[in-house]
């Protein structure tokens, strides 16, 4: 005779004797375990202890059944005979539906009409913004380019201004310089007329040397006073440029 264990889902008891399980009044879905079982099984799975299972009745549910069933089978015959839908007649049923579909489409479409009109709105109210701040992007762009031109014409002004006062600098030195070789190759000229005219105690070689000298400081003072007369023409033709372009920017 085996030895059994049961189990109530929270822990193990036992080991018991058959004369012990019965009065444990297990049932059949009672967890037990002996040795030579590799797992827990039901009371009803094992053939030895069959015997010692507490047969629990049946539910009652049959029998309310069965009392109850006349009177559904007299509902029944009533709803067929006067057949209803949800509670209400035919005549009123369909009536009463046709209505309410008309009253949800109605509401419906007032409400797509609405939602509609609420997204036009908005669309344009973005439009509108949208439009606003593009013209003001449009207006600090023309005034950037208005303020960056005006920048630059002071700029350009400031320049030309400057290369004038270069100009105007450099022409009085020119000035200047020019009456110093001009009086140079006075000099010189009369040290020639001196050298060719003195003749005592110098020989003609000499005599020759002195005016080749002379000739040569001549050649010299006439090509700077050149250079600087040709250097003098074109600053003034570079200041007649520089304030007609003034003139016309002022303007």
Known sequence: ?????????????????????????????????????????????????????MVAPPPLKSMITTAQAPKEIENDLEKEMDPKILGLNK???FPTIIVLVLIIVSV???????????????????????NQQFQLQEKEIEEQKIRIAEQERKEAERITVERNQKISSRLLEIQKILLTDIRNLEEAKNKLIEANE??????????????????????????????????????????????????????
């Open 1 to 53: 005779m085996n030895i059994y264990y049961t189990h109530n889902g929270n822990e193990s008891s036992g080991p018991f004797g058959l004369d012990e399980l019965k009065s444990k009044k297990i049932t059949k879905t009672t967890p037990v375990w002996c040795q030579g079982m590799e797992d827990w099984k039901y009371a009803g799975e094992i053939t030895e202890l069959k015997s010692l299972l």
């Open 108 to 130: 419906s479409f007032n409400l797509f009409e609405e939602n509609r009109k609420n997204l036009l709105e908005q669309k344009n109210t973005i439009t509108e913004k949208n």
């Open 198 to 251: 003195f003749e005592f105690l110098r020989t003609t070689d000499e005599k020759n040397d002195d005016i080749s000298l002379i000739q040569r400081d001549i050649e010299h003072w006439i090509s700077e006073i050149d250079n600087l007369r040709k250097e003098k023409d074109q600053l003034y033709l570079e200041l007649e440029k520089t304030q007609a372009k003034i003139s016309g920017v002022s303007e």
């Open 91 to 93: 005549n009123v049923f």
